[in-house]
Nanobody, 122 residues
Framework: QVQLVESGGGLVQAGGSLRLPCAAS????????MGWFRQPPGKEREFVAT??????YYADSVKGRFTISRDNAKNTVYLQMNSLKPEDTAVYYC?????????????????WGQGTQVTVSS
């Protein structure tokens, strides 16, 4: 069982930056592939980024602006978001899975956090 808690969301102006940490419980954090998803208002949840065994993969919409990283000693995965745009406004969720090298679909993840709101003003 893994429990995930996101934080770091808030209101930021376009062009600004935010870093979202996601703290995980459990002693086997390093064995999990971690992902970030987001759900914009009125839209479906979408993949943002994933990291597993040091390999990362990003959605085209965030490539070059967002960076996913992890600190296994702190059981934490991060999403650094730079050059934010109003269309990045969403509830951001972190998720954990074992079994897929780079998982980009929500159904591939076993555990989810409660989400944190990110609002980017124009």
């Amino acid at each position: 069982q893994v429990q995930l808690v996101e934080s770091g969301g808030g209101l930021v102006q376009a062009g600004g930056s935010l870093r979202l940490p996601c703290a995980a419980s459990g002693r086997t954090f390093s064995s999990y592939g971690m992902g970030w998803f987001r759900q914009p208002p009125g839209k479906e949840r979408e993949f943002v980024a994933t990291i597993n065994w040091g390999t990362t993969y990003y959605a085209d919409s965030v490539k070059g602006r967002f960076t996913i990283s992890r600190d296994n000693a702190k059981n934490t995965v991060y999403l650094q978001m730079n050059s934010l745009k109003p269309e990045d406004t969403a509830v951001y969720y972190c998720a954990a899975q074992r079994g897929v090298i780079l998982a980009t679909k929500g159904g591939q993840y076993d555990y989810w956090g409660q989400g944190t709101q990110v609002t980017v003003s124009s």
